[in-house]
């Protein structure tokens, strides 16, 4: 097995991210090409349609919030050596803890929901995350299987559960009744129009502020406690991890609770922020597109915040470019998408190589 090429700091985290997206953006723009289509164009209606305008810039960052959580989930499994393909149905059944609190309990003042709805998705999360993580811990069972099981699972007991318990009576869409005041996230256009601020109408709400506080508290955890200093040894060299005291199955398992507990967060975002109802798949795939956030940005929060945006522009600027152009429909996002994924995770030693090489040229001549 080969060992990666060693890069300093500021190309590891700064230029190989930049490279691997130049490579996607001018390969999707081939392919743009091919359809028949300017890829300047298309390229210019995705930049507008995601950051045009108030509306555009709303959206983006609306996006953004359930990215951030998704990709902060993925990061923490995989700083810990462990692949977590499952954010998509922790973020759903956390989803369905956060929706609970918020029907039970919404007629409570915003206050006091908002903490127990945190809670509640957090435990739920959590809790779906531990079967698969005490399996890879105690029988070997690989987490990448168990999680993208359970992600079905996660699918069939909501449906299960929107249809034939929680469904608001006299309808026949799978969803349930709306939440009360109490349980609905502030708009943030609606909170600057408070302080005599015009922005515009949009579903960016205030857990863009929670999800910065999560990037930043898991950003602690890991590199200042020593619970994230033995997660990290524990991922990068398990025998190491056992000679200096750590518990490999421990970590794993610890891992996959906080990574549940932050895709968990999603709900906050999609629930409480903008739908305001428990409804089927309101996810929408933000847990597999945090697989892709969190390899673009190296699974560190500052690059996660960064791709989470990134992703989140091409969503919003996605709805535009398939309006204006209809042969570039928004597929054509999920190609970008895949193409990311494919040069930060799978090629991403095309360019980390000759990096390297380049580097230890220059080095000598500077000393």
């Given at each position: 097995?080969?060992?990666?090429?060693?890069l300093?700091?500021?190309?590891?985290?700064?230029?190989?991210?930049?490279?691997?997206?130049?490579?996607?953006?001018?390969l999707s723009?081939l392919i743009?090409?091919i359809?028949?289509?300017?890829?300047?164009?298309?390229?210019?209606?995705?930049?507008t349609?995601?950051?045009?305008?108030?509306?555009?810039?709303?959206?983006?960052?609306?996006?953004?919030?359930?990215?951030?959580f998704t990709?902060?989930?993925v990061?923490v499994?995989?700083?810990a050596g462990l692949?977590?393909?499952?954010?998509?149905?922790?973020?759903?059944i956390?989803g369905?803890?956060?929706?609970?609190?918020?029907?039970w309990?919404?007629h409570?003042?915003?206050?006091a929901?908002?903490?127990l709805?945190?809670?509640?998705g957090?435990?739920?999360?959590?809790?779906?995350?531990?079967i698969?993580?005490?399996?890879?811990?105690r029988?070997?069972?690989?987490?990448?299987?168990t999680?993208?099981?359970?992600n079905?699972?996660?699918?069939?007991?909501?449906?299960?559960?929107?249809?034939?318990?929680?469904?608001?009576?006299?309808?026949?869409?799978?969803?349930?009744r709306?939440?009360?005041?109490?349980?609905?996230?502030?708009a943030?256009?609606?909170?600057l129009a408070?302080?005599g601020i015009?922005?515009?109408?949009?579903?960016?709400n205030?857990?863009?502020?929670?999800?910065?506080v999560?990037?930043?508290?898991v950003w602690?955890?890991?590199w200042?406690?020593r619970?994230?200093?033995?997660?990290r040894?524990?991922?990068?060299?398990p025998t190491?991890?056992?000679y200096?005291g750590?518990?490999?199955?421990?970590?794993?398992?610890?891992?996959?609770?906080?990574?549940?507990?932050?895709?968990?967060?999603?709900?906050?975002?999609?629930?409480?922020?903008a739908?305001?109802r428990?409804?089927?798949d309101f996810?929408?795939g933000?847990g597999?597109?945090?697989?892709a956030?969190?390899?673009?940005?190296?699974?560190h929060?500052?690059g996660?915040?960064?791709a989470?945006?990134?992703?989140?522009?091409?969503?919003q600027g996605?709805?535009?470019l398939?309006f204006?152009?209809?042969?570039?429909?928004?597929?054509?996002?999920?190609v970008i998408q895949?193409?990311?994924?494919l040069?930060?995770?799978?090629?991403?030693?095309v360019?980390?190589t000759?990096?390297?090489?380049l580097?230890?040229r220059k080095?000598?001549?500077?000393?």
């Amino acid at each position: 097995m080969s060992v990666p090429a060693k890069l300093p700091r500021w190309a590891e985290f700064g230029l190989l991210p930049l490279l691997n997206l130049a490579a996607a953006l001018v390969l999707s723009g081939l392919i743009v090409r091919i359809m028949g289509e300017n890829p300047w164009t298309a390229c210019k209606l995705l930049v507008t349609g995601a950051l045009g305008s108030q509306e555009a810039i709303g959206y983006t960052l609306y996006y953004a919030t359930n990215f951030i959580f998704t990709g902060l989930a993925v990061a923490v499994a995989y700083q810990a050596g462990l692949f977590n393909i499952g954010a998509e149905g922790q973020a759903y059944i956390g989803g369905l803890g956060t929706g609970l609190v918020c029907l039970w309990l919404g007629h409570w003042p915003f206050w006091a929901v908002l903490p127990l709805a945190v809670l509640a998705g957090a435990g739920a999360g959590a809790g779906w995350a531990f079967i698969p993580a005490w399996l890879q811990a105690r029988r070997g069972s690989h987490i990448v299987i168990t999680t993208i099981m359970f992600n079905f699972i996660a699918a069939a007991l909501m449906t299960y559960l929107l249809v034939n318990v929680l469904i608001k009576p006299g309808q026949q869409s799978p969803e349930t009744r709306e939440f009360a005041a109490g349980a609905t996230m502030p708009a943030v256009h609606e909170l600057l129009a408070k302080v005599g601020i015009e922005f515009a109408a949009t579903p960016f709400n205030l857990s863009f502020g929670l999800a910065l506080v999560a990037a930043g508290l898991v950003w602690l955890f890991l590199w200042r406690t020593r619970w994230g200093y033995a997660l990290r040894v524990a991922g990068e060299n398990p025998t190491a991890a056992v000679y200096a005291g750590i518990s490999p199955s421990r970590v794993t398992i610890g891992a996959m609770l906080l990574s549940g507990a932050l895709a968990g967060g999603l709900g906050l975002n999609e629930l409480m922020g903008a739908q305001h109802r428990l409804l089927l798949d309101f996810p929408s795939g933000a847990g597999f597109v945090g697989i892709a956030v969190a390899l673009m940005g190296r699974n560190h929060p500052v690059g996660i915040f960064g791709a989470a945006v990134l992703f989140g522009a091409l969503a919003q600027g996605g709805s535009q470019l398939s309006f204006d152009l209809p042969k570039l429909n928004r597929d054509m996002v999920v190609v970008i998408q895949g193409l990311v994924i494919l040069f930060c995770g799978a090629l991403e030693n095309v360019f980390r190589t000759p990096l390297a090489a380049l580097w230890r040229r220059k080095e000598p001549g500077e000393r």
